[in-house]
């Protein structure tokens, strides 16, 4: 399927994309950027350009040896009659891409397999005769992985039953599952500003209206914003990551979290609380999530999964929300897939009967990384402004006076992957922050951070062009 942007719409998505490099040379790096790190999908039609030279008060030439750039690296690909689309250049690189994959791709936020994981699979396997009568995928779960999932609730005080509980492929699954259930064409959905990228993805291809709660690197979550989009939004959904909210690290403090649900509640708002890693606490301590404050409130959905204490690989996800929620849920499910497959809820089963082992064995390993990557950027780069976090996967670098998307190109080319702070944004937003994972080895993380000090004084910063702020 062809999207189309018009000149108005990239001109916005572009950001401040001008550098010390020739206007038609920036010009097609920052759309090349954008293709890149997912922000513009490959097969989008860009404008004719003088749709774009008039969005962006640029002469035709230059939008034109933009362009040119692009086609001969490999990015667009005209038609004669029907435009130029977006393209990833296969085969051939553009000049300034490395081959394979980025020795230092610090673009995800993932953690290894937690050690213990092959010795799951290996007892998974053993179990999985008594199983080959059984389909091998189901759409609501086995019931002692539901069981599992429904003990991990009431041993954080919320007494929570397996029929409120649905297996997913994963947590990106569960959320795409709710948004059709939950969300129609044109409706809002209030996100947090910034917020996990993919949960963007999710809401875009739902046709959602976003409007946003700031979370701030430094104050959490603005509840005097949070009360007034609610009230004058009426959004449908709320999406919210109040444990070590990716990509901050912060964690939503608890009368912010008993307000949210109140005020949810009085507008008719569903909260959808995204827990992915709610479960990497490196030095916090438990706090009570969302649904303790209305247990079996239909206002809140709680959304987890394995991929962060687990792996990623594993592909096991959930949802609690009320039965009746679910039943919804479950009618519309097989128009996207056909159920879990068995033998991952196996291994999902046997991990989740001893979950402290895996949440300590992650705690030693993210503070690790956490107080390493913390160091090196304080000796490195003592400007930039780093809030450490007490969980999660990764630090909000607040660069100070550097573009994030300048950099993110400039460290490509040095092998160096990293997603600029706009892809975790509305409207161009947080084009000075840059998220950083840390569980990564610490050479790793050493090259990243000489690679960002050297190229930091290169591409310097511009100054903003337009005020950056929340959409309604
Ligand atoms: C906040 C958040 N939600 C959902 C996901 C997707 O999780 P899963 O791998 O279980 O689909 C991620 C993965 O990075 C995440 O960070």
Redesign the pocket.
Known sequence: MTSIITGRRLARDLGEWRTDAPAYRALADRIRLLLLDGRLATGTRIPAERDLSGALDLSRTTVAAAYAKLRDDGYLVSVRGSGSTLALPGGRRGEHEPAGRLPLDFT???APAFPGLAAAFARAADQITGYLGHDGFDMVGLPDLREAIAGHYRDRGVPTDPDQVMVT???????SLVTRTLHSTGERILVEQPT?P??LDTFAAAGARLVALPVQQHTGWDLAQARLQFRRAAPSMAFL?PDF??PTGLSMPVADREEIVAVAQREGTVLVA?E??ALLDIDRGPMPPLCAFSPNSANIVT?G????IAW?GL???WIRAPQALLGQILRNRPAGDLGTPLFEQLVATILLADLPAMTANRAAGLRRGRDFLVGRLAETLPDWDVVVPDGG?TLWVNTQDASSSALALAARPRGLGLVPGPRFGLDGAFERFLRLPFFYPQDQLAEAVAILAELRDHVGGTPLRVPLQAVI
């Open positions: 995800k936020a993932t492929i994963g947590a990106q699954h569960a959320l996990y993919h949960a990551m909210h990716n995204d992915t890693t959304l999964s394995l991929g962060k990623g592909r096991i996800g996967l």
